[in-house]
C-alpha cells in the first residue's frame, strides 16, 4: 500500500525563496526547503506532492487534483494570495481538504493587509513567523490528526 500524501502548496513568489527578502524569509531556497521537508515526511510514513506557482489558477488546479487522489490534506503558503485568493478559499472549501495554513514571517508583525487571512478560518490551524519550523508542524498535524 502507498504512503499517504500530502500536498505542499506555494504560492507566489516563493520560487524566489533565498534570494528574495533573506531579512524576512530566511536564506535557504525552496529547493533545500523541500528537500527537508521530504526527509520529515519520510521518517513519518508519508509522502510530499510540492506544487509551486505563481498562477491561481494552478493553484486552485492542483487543490482540486490532489482531493480527487486521496491525499491526506495541504500544507498550504498561498503567499499574498492568502489576502486575496477567494478561488483558493472555496477550492478548498469545494474539496473539503483538510489544510494547515503556514507563512514563514509572522504576518502580524507586517503591514496590516497581510493580518487578513481568506483561509484561516476553515484551516485545521494556522503556523505564522517560524521560517521551515511552520511546514514541519503542518505536516506532523495532518499526520497526527488524518492518520492517528
Known sequence: MAAPTILVLQGPNLNLLGVREPEVYGSTTLTQLQQRL??????????????????????????????????LGAVVN???????????????????????????????????????????????????GLGAAGYEAGIRALVETRVG
Open 78 to 128: 498561498a503567499g499574498a494570495y492568502t489576502h486575496t485568493s477567494v478561488a483558493l478559499r472555496d477550492a478548498l472549501i469545494g474539496t473539503a481538504l483538510p489544510f494547515v495554513e503556514v507563512h514563514l514571517s509572522n504576518v502580524f508583525a507586517r503591514e496590516s493587509f497581510r493580518h487578513v487571512s481568506m483561509m484561516s478560518d476553515v484551516a485545521l490551524g494556522v503556523v505564522t
Open 38 to 71: 521530504d526527509l520529515l515526511a519520510a521518517e513519518l510514513g508519508v509522502r510530499l506532492r510540492h506544487v509551486q506557482s505563481n498562477h491561481e489558477g494552478e493553484l486552485v488546479d492542483a487543490i482540486q487534483i490532489a482531493a480527487a487522489d486521496g491525499c
